[in-house]
């Protein structure tokens, strides 16, 4: 597995103001993981790092490192970051969370839409995977509601863990 394939898009996230400058305002972005052949999501590799731990331990060293990185070169903004449920599965998830424990106030947890496939008891784990995640400080947000695992029942089961709801808009990519 090679990390150098990849690449991390920082995606702004913009609050425009109401005020009377409606000026936008970034202080948020989206982690979003890139494939230097294809400028997208490499969907394939990242399920296929998913399915060997040793190549996730790997990633998540990289990214770690680049995150890092990030936080360190802008420490005032804060960086949204996906998790699909497969990917806690690994150890190397949660100490990705140790990790960055002092960073909690810097980093929202993103629970995507996919059903995980390679350990799908994850989905019956969701409250520990939630409940660990808030262990460690983190807002944790829906990404996608009502796609996917991100269902309105879910919501209202575990509404109490979310700190925010993302609704797929049409242009999403």
Same mark, same amino acid.
């Given at each position: ?5 990849? #690449? ?8 425009? /103001? ?20 294809? *400028? ?12 060997? /731990? +040793?190549? #996730?331990? $790997? ?8 995150? /890092? ?7 005032? &903004?804060? !960086?949204?970051? *996906?998790? +699909?449920?497969?990917? %806690?599965?690994?150890?190397? $998830?949660?100490? %990705?969370? +140790? ?7 810097? &980093? ?12 799908? /008891? ?7 995977? !939630? ?14 509601? $009502? +796609?996917? &695992?991100?269902? #309105?029942?879910? #919501? ?18």
């Amino acid at each position: 597995m090679r990390t150098d394939d990849f #690449y991390l898009l920082f995606q702004p996230i913009v609050n425009v /103001e109401t005020s009377k400058t409606k000026v936008a305002k970034v202080n948020e972005y989206e982690v979003l993981l890139r494939s230097y052949k294809t *400028n997208t999501f490499p969907s394939d590799e990242f399920h296929f790092i998913l399915s060997h /731990e +040793e190549y #996730y331990i $790997t990633f998540m060293n990289w990214f770690s490192e680049k995150l /890092e990185e990030k936080l360190n070169q802008h420490p005032e &903004i804060v !960086l949204s970051v *996906n998790f +699909e449920l497969d990917q %806690f599965q690994y150890t190397a $998830t949660i100490q %990705f969370l +140790e990790r960055f424990s002092s960073y909690s106030e810097s &980093i929202l947890i993103e629970i995507t839409e996919h059903f995980p496939n390679r350990n799908p /008891e994850l989905l019956d784990s969701l409250h520990e995977i !939630l409940k660990k995640i808030k262990q460690y400080h983190y807002k944790i947000v829906i990404d996608d509601f $009502t +796609e996917g &695992i991100n269902t #309105y029942s879910l #919501y209202k089961k575990y509404k109490s863990y979310y700190n925010r709801i993302k609704i797929r808009s049409e242009e999403h990519t």
